[in-house]
């Protein structure tokens, strides 16, 4: 399954060591958890929705790199949560730690959830179709793989890119989850 994150040009793709700070799926000191979107939209989104980017404005400065990872066909467990405890602010981190550390426990290594940072249909393919056209919507996850990861192989998709300006409205952001 090919995976996408996107970063900042001066860091590497996936974390190497537990240095990294807390996530939704993971609390400080317990990573490196690196996380993925299953399509280019979620991981945009999760960049817009953390840095609490809204205005079209802001989206002219942004220069990140986008890297497609193969991150194998294992299969993931679905986090079965509320859904506004998954798509919830900093305030849901421990109910969703705390069900990543019970899969942890149980021997998993990854697991999967609906994307927090997208709305619902969110995810959106273009077709081509006697010109350019929006593909059916549907809903966007996010895989987060635990610990070290060596063997995982990414690919510069894009290099200082930023997300499309259509992208904004499906954004699932804080302040809407307030």
């Known amino acids: 399954m090919i995976a996408f994150r996107q970063v900042g040009a001066r860091y590497p793709f996936l974390w190497e060591d537990a240095s990294q700070p807390e996530g939704r799926w ?12 299953d399509t280019p939209d979620g991981a945009w989104a999760e960049f ?3 840095e609490e980017i809204i205005d079209a404005e802001d989206l002219t400065t ?6 497609a ?7 993931a467990p679905r986090v079965l949560l509320p859904y506004g405890t ?4 900093l305030d849901t981190y421990p109910a969703c730690q705390d069900a990543a550390r019970r899969l942890r426990r149980r021997g998993m290594t990854r697991l999967a959830a609906s994307s927090a940072a997208l709305v619902a249909g ?4 273009m077709r081509v179709d006697k010109g350019v056209r929006a593909g059916e919507p549907r809903d966007g996850a996010t895989i987060v793989i635990f610990g070290p ?6 690919w510069i998709a894009a290099d200082a ?8 409205p499906r954004v699932h952001h804080y302040r809407s989850s307030r």
Not at 26 to 33: I, L, Q, R
């Open 26 to 37: 993971h609390a400080a000191g317990e990573g490196p958890a690196h996380y993925f979107a």
């Open 48 to 50: 817009l929705r953390h």
């Open 62 to 67: 942004i220069r990140r790199q986008i890297w």
């Open 69 to 75: 990872v193969e991150i194998g066909d294992t299969e």
């Open 86 to 89: 998954l798509t919830g602010g």
């Open 122 to 125: 969110g995810a959106r393919a």
């Open 149 to 154: 990861a060596p063997a995982l192989s990414g």
């Open 161 to 168: 890119a930023r997300p499309s300006i259509d992208l904004l």
